[in-house]
């Protein structure tokens, strides 16, 4: 399945599609290069998870943990050098923990990612187009993507 968002804006709403369907536990790891729009989605599965702060990129920092319906952590990986470092994060808490966990640049960490996750990878069109690919694995991510897709189509 993919998705092409003409704007952040729609972008923003397909990320709030998948956060309102988010439960404790949840991986969502994001694959594209800068500016594809990562951040963007990000926000907006905040929005679906209530969270009420901004959400930024982490510029130094690579972990930020936000407070909604279901606690977020928003990872960043673009500044990881090796992926020894995550285990000097300590990452089983935020990939399996009672938190939903969104992570920039996750296929830097893919084996360590639990066997049931949502993969998206963003591609750059041009200045106001992105495609966002779904790659779900298990059934339940299977089934979000569905619903999520669902509801992108009825909206259009
Ligand atoms: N359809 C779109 N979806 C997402 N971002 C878009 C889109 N069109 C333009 N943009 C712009 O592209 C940039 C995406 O930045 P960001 O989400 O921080 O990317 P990343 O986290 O992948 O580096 C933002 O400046 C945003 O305004
Ligand atoms: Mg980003």
């Known amino acids: 399945m993919e998705i092409i968002t003409?704007?952040?804006?729609?972008?923003?709403?397909?990320?709030?599609?998948?956060?309102?369907r988010l439960e404790e536990g949840d991986v969502v790891s994001l694959t594209g290069e800068?500016?594809?729009?990562?951040?963007?989605?990000?926000?907006?599965?905040?929005?679906?998870?209530?969270?009420?702060?901004?959400?930024?990129?982490?510029?130094?920092?690579?972990?930020?943990?936000?407070?909604?319906?279901?606690?977020?952590?928003?990872?960043?990986?673009?500044?990881?050098?090796?992926?020894?470092?995550?285990?000097?994060?300590?990452y089983e808490e935020y990939l399996y923990g009672k938190s939903a966990c969104v992570i920039e640049w996750g296929e830097r960490i893919e084996p360590l990612l639990p066997p049931e996750h949502l993969s998206l990878s963003f591609t750059w069109l041009d200045?106001?187009?992105r495609k966002i690919q779904?790659?779900?694995?298990?059934?339940?991510?299977?089934?979000?993507a569905d619903a999520v897709s669902q509801s992108c189509r009825l909206a259009r």
Not at 8 to 20: A, C, V, Y
């Open 6 to 20: 003409n704007s952040p804006e729609e972008t923003r709403k397909l990320g709030e599609e998948i956060g309102q």
């Open 34 to 90: 800068l500016g594809s729009g990562k951040t963007c989605l990000t926000q907006g599965i905040g929005i679906g998870l209530g969270i009420t702060e901004v959400i930024r990129s982490p510029s130094f920092i690579i972990v930020n943990q936000h407070h909604g319906r279901v606690p977020l952590y928003h990872i960043d990986l673009y500044r990881l050098e090796d992926s020894s470092q995550i285990y000097e994060l300590g």
């Open 127 to 129: 200045e106001t187009r």
């Open 134 to 144: 779904f790659f779900p694995s298990g059934n339940r991510f299977q089934d979000l």
